[in-house]
């Protein structure tokens, strides 16, 4: 039987490991901890949770949950023991963190043809099928070899997120699309501001919580300046940068001509193929998430507007995902070399384990000579993976599993204004789809 090889036992790569070790293959998996360690990981159990012990909402009528089912019924063996390990927590998934990862590694060891190799991974070889699934962690070495066969301008080492809102939530009795200076297609949603508004929002601004730094992640933001930072440097500074508000005119309002109509202005870029989602142009941030909200919904015409990725700014390595991976996981570079987890532009527990499984099941049909699947944008699964690998991405930043990024169920669905009723249909579109596609991949 072939040999595969995993790097790395985090939640992604054990998740790939348990899959492929099921359909008979020799898996070499290798891990560097202990011998090696990350900032953040502890111990040399495979998925490790490095932080929280919550693996998001359970109810598939939640983004996150929805995500957890699909890789349930795909045969995720990571969520049948996050269930088996669950401890009480309302409507979420949290576990017993030991109890979590110690049941990994017994799963893990229980297959004879998994290989625990404990070595830091340092050369890709792109003569054997690999999956490379070496987290927000990568170690050093490997990073420089990424580069290396990748491109430089291919790999991140953080990310610094400005949020994302979706465009229907957005009032466009103020907002209004336009270009500076009328120069190419009016792309931009523009937010406008009079001096009260900037004002009132400034307060906001300066006024709120900044979330903490590990001390490790302080050195990667030197060259990255959040909106609060250039916020402190002066009443006016945004003003003449991300909300420079010259050039940019609302046709709906006549005026003789200025240099401005308005006091200042938030611009918001098409984020996403489908145009739902809208990013905050120049809005990095590292603000509390509810300190977020607030200043966010202070922006006229954002004042409903539906958060669904707030900024953050953290330690990150990933890969510029839409220039390197197909729609498989795999690379288009070298066909035997696969990615998964949090380094494909990911974000999160789930998302990671669940890019896992995906990588895995693709792997195994590589290697079968057989059609590798795709989901589509009606599964959260498929969103998140056409979203990462999406080469129209101007700027890409990772994700996280939301509403925004799956299809609309129709034309119509416009008009539901049932939130629940609509995920529970959006919910159970994406299950039988994925219940569909399981069937077919069934040997
Ligand atoms: C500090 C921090 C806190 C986070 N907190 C949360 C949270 O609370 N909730 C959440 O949903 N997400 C969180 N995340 C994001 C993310 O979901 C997790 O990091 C998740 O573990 C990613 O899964 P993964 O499988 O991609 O990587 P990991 O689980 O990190 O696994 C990667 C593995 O690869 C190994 N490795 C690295 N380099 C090499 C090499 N060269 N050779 C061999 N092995 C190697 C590492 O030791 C590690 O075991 C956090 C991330 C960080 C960095």
Request: net charge positive; glycine share 6%; proline share 3%.
């Amino acid at each position: 039987m072939y040999k595969i090889r995993i790097i790395g036992a985090g939640l992604a790569g054990s998740e790939a490991a348990i899959y492929l070790a099921k359909k008979g293959y020799n898996v070499d998996l290798i891990e560097m901890r202990p011998k090696y360690t990350t900032k953040a990981h502890t111990t040399s159990l495979p998925a490790e949770l490095v932080c929280s012990n919550s693996l998001g909402s359970a109810d598939i009528l939640n983004a996150s949950g929805l995500l957890k089912k699909e890789a349930e019924i795909l045969g995720s063996a990571l969520f049948e023991i996050a269930n088996a390990t669950s401890i009480p927590s309302g409507n979420s998934l949290s576990v017993d963190r030991f109890g979590f990862s110690n049941e990994v590694e017994k799963t893990i060891k229980n297959y004879k043809n998994i290989n625990i190799i404990r070595e830091k991974y340092e050369k890709i070889d792109d003569t054997t099928p690999t999956i490379i699934a070496t987290g927000p962690l990568t170690s050093d070495e490997l990073c420089n070899e990424i580069k290396a066969k990748f491109g430089q301008s291919n790999f991140h080492f953080f990310d610094a997120v400005a949020p994302i809102v979706e465009k229907k939530s957005i009032n466009f009795d103020k907002a209004f699309y336009a270009s500076r200076w009328d120069k190419g297609d009016a792309d931009f949603i523009n937010c406008p501001m009079d001096k009260s508004e900037y004002e009132n929002f400034y307060n906001i601004l300066i006024n709120s919580q900044r979330a903490k730094l590990k001390d490790f992640e302080a050195n990667y933001f030197e060259g990255c300046m959040p909106i609060e930072v250039m916020a402190s440097r002066g009443k006016d500074t945004l003003r003449f940068g991300p909300m420079k508000p010259v050039g940019i005119f609302d046709k709906r309002i006549k005026t003789e001509f200025k240099k401005h109509q308005f006091w200042a202005i938030v611009q918001l870029r098409q984020d996403d193929k489908m145009a739902n989602l809208y990013n905050l142009v120049g809005f990095q941030t590292n603000l509390l998430w509810s300190e977020q909200k607030k200043l966010i919904h202070s922006i006229p015409g954002l004042e409903n507007a539906n958060i669904v990725r707030y900024g953050v700014m953290h330690a990150n390595t990933f890969i510029n995902s839409p220039q390197i991976l197909n729609k498989y996981l795999q690379t288009k570079k070298y066909k035997n070399i696969f990615f998964a987890g949090q380094l494909t532009g990911v974000e999160g527990y789930c998302e990671s384990i669940a890019t896992g499984l995906l990588a895995a099941i693709n792997m195994d049909l590589y290697i079968k000579n057989k059609q590798m699947i795709t989901l589509s944008n009606n599964t959260m699964l498929g969103a998140l993976t056409d979203y990462i690998t999406y080469s129209e991405h101007k700027k890409f930043q990772p994700i996280n599993s939301n509403w925004g990024i799956i299809n609309e169920l129709s034309e119509e669905s416009g008009k539901i204004k049932d939130k629940k009723y609509k995920n529970t249909l959006r919910s159970q579109r994406a299950t039988e789809e994925i219940q569909k596609l399981k069937d077919n991949i069934k040997e």
